[in-house]
């Protein structure tokens, strides 16, 4: 059963255009979420987070928007450039606990020049 | 500052061969480390995770192994490999909240 779901493999923006990632989870008893960015070949980094106490959590271009009673949550890049151009993962995990991060299986954003 | 290596970077290896893969983290003491494998459209699979030496949770049945020697080394084995075994293998560690990864190790599987 996936607890964290991106349910788009892929998606293409045009450059200096919003991109927007989406994911959903299922398990309530989550309340951290954080995005990470994947290059080929590189571990991921991580790229921003937002707690369930919060609706928004905006860093720079990178925005994460959090809707807690759909269990969904998004992360807007505006404006788009090519560096954004990775595979994002969504993760999600119960604040503060010592074991695992559930992370979805990854959107990958390609921005077309 | 806190680091992870992993090595080797990438690795190919003939089916039912052996398999040691080592993650060393500096900079930090009892980390909770993690092995995850991303394969082909599987995103990021958790295999293993230890929040101290020699105690390890296994996520996945399969026929990989993990131990935890000391305090900042994780180990990724297995005794034989199998063609399934084949993809990005990741250590990390956890901070706060988040999780850090390593660079990575390509295993290829012939």
């Known amino acids: 059963d996936q607890q964290v779901k991106q349910n788009s493999p892929s998606l293409s923006v045009q450059e200096g255009r919003i991109s927007i990632l989406n994911c959903d989870y299922t398990n309530s008893m989550f309340d951290y979420f954080l995005w990470y960015k994947k290059y080929p070949a590189e571990g991921p980094t991580f790229l921003i987070s937002i707690s369930s106490i919060k609706d928004k959590n905006e860093d720079g271009r990178f925005t994460v928007f959090l809707n807690k009673s759909a269990k969904h949550l998004s992360l807007h890049i505006v404006p788009s450039q090519p560096g954004d151009s990775a595979v994002y993962f969504c993760a999600a995990s119960e604040e503060n606990r010592d074991d695992k991060i559930i992370f979805g299986k990854g959107t990958r954003l390609h921005i077309l020049p | 500052s806190q680091t992870i290596h992993q090595w080797p970077a990438t690795l190919v290896q003939p089916v039912g061969s052996p398999l040691s893969l080592e993650c060393t983290v500096e900079?930090?003491?009892?980390?909770?480390l993690y092995w995850y494998r991303q394969a082909a459209g599987r995103g990021l699979q958790l295999l293993f995770y230890?929040?101290?030496?020699?105690?390890i949770s296994s996520e996945v049945p399969q026929n990989l192994s993990a131990s935890r020697p000391q305090d900042r080394q994780f180990i990724l084995s297995s005794k034989k490999l199998l063609l399934s075994d084949s993809g990005f293998y990741l250590c990390a560690w956890r901070g706060y909240n988040e999780q850090f990864f390593g660079p990575g190790t390509r295993l290829t599987v012939l």
């Open positions: 230890s929040v101290g030496i020699g105690q």
């Open positions: 900079g930090t003491s009892n980390p909770n």
